[in-house]
């Protein structure tokens, strides 16, 4: 079944990369000027970077109440005070919360707040001189502030993606229709590992009650967001059932699956970045669960007697 693949590999290599978002707090428009001039063309495994920018502490606490996605925020200390960007901090932190975009405290006054008391006492990344972060400065930062913020969201992700999985299988005596149900199921797990197209086979279909086709082997079920290319995950979907192994070609990812009672399923996600290896557990966790879910459904609709 190689052949089927042999015309897709351009195809699957163009995912949408959404670009990691950058804010920028400075009263100084010069500063916003030479900042973006020397981050043009900056890209951080293939994501480019889109900046949001704010002159002040008031227009920087609107903007990160607007923006709960920011990656890296470049803060000046002093502005409309001399301590407005540690302020700046405190309620980014404590008042919204957000624990997740690093920080970036520069200064072109360092004596008006000491480094290490700043440092020790805030939760920052780093604490710069503005004449320190040149070209080469922003860059090296840039890799270690956005490794870190990736990482991070990856585990909120992730460990959000478990909670639905684990709370799935709890509730599935009430499962009432389970094409809505794995549906569901799909687009949460979907969401977590940022996939845009999904497709989930179950074979032999006679399983899924509610959508028994005599005509067809297999059972499908899919998801798209409508901005997938054209990329055919039922193509990898019918290669991984017919050769009974996952796939793994970013940025599809096919996961097969055999349950002990010889149901078969294959769930195929497209994503927008390559998976970790949480990513993969959790695909194979879903895969896994779905099938014995569905079997119990089964079971208790056959017979509340029968052994299964």
Known sequence: MDWLLDDKPECAQKTRQKPWKIAIVDDEPQVHKITKLALQG???????????????????RELFRQHNDIAVVLLDVVMDSDDAGLRLVEF?????????????????????????????????????????????????TFYTTLRAYRDLVRMQRYQHGLEAVIKAISQFNEVDDFS??????????????NAYQSDFMVHPSEIVTLARNSQQSCWHLKVDDGTANNVSIETYAHQAMTERQSIFQPPVHAHYYRSAKG??????????????????????????????????????????????
Do not use: W
């Open 42 to 60: 900056f890209e951080f495994e293939n994501r480019s970077l889109t900046f949001v920018q704010a002159y002040d502490a008031a227009s920087a």
């Open 263 to 308: 149901t078969e399923s294959v769930f195929v996600i497209q994503t927008t970045e390559q998976l970790s290896a949480e990513g993969e557990r959790l695909l194979a966790m879903f895969s896994q669960n779905i099938v014995l879910i569905l079997e119990r459904i089964m079971c208790s609709q056959e017979s509340a007697s029968s052994s299964c």
């Open 92 to 140: 980014l932190r404590d008042d919204l919360g957000n624990h997740y975009s690093r920080i970036v405290l520069r200064t072109g006054q360092p004596g008006m707040a000491p480094q290490h008391e700043v440092v020790s006492h805030y939760d920052i990344d780093c604490y710069r001189a503005k004449t320190e972060l040149t070209h080469q400065a922003l860059t090296q």
């Open 180 to 193: 809505q149900f794995a549906q569901s199921l799909m687009g949460q797990v979907g969401s977590v590992l």
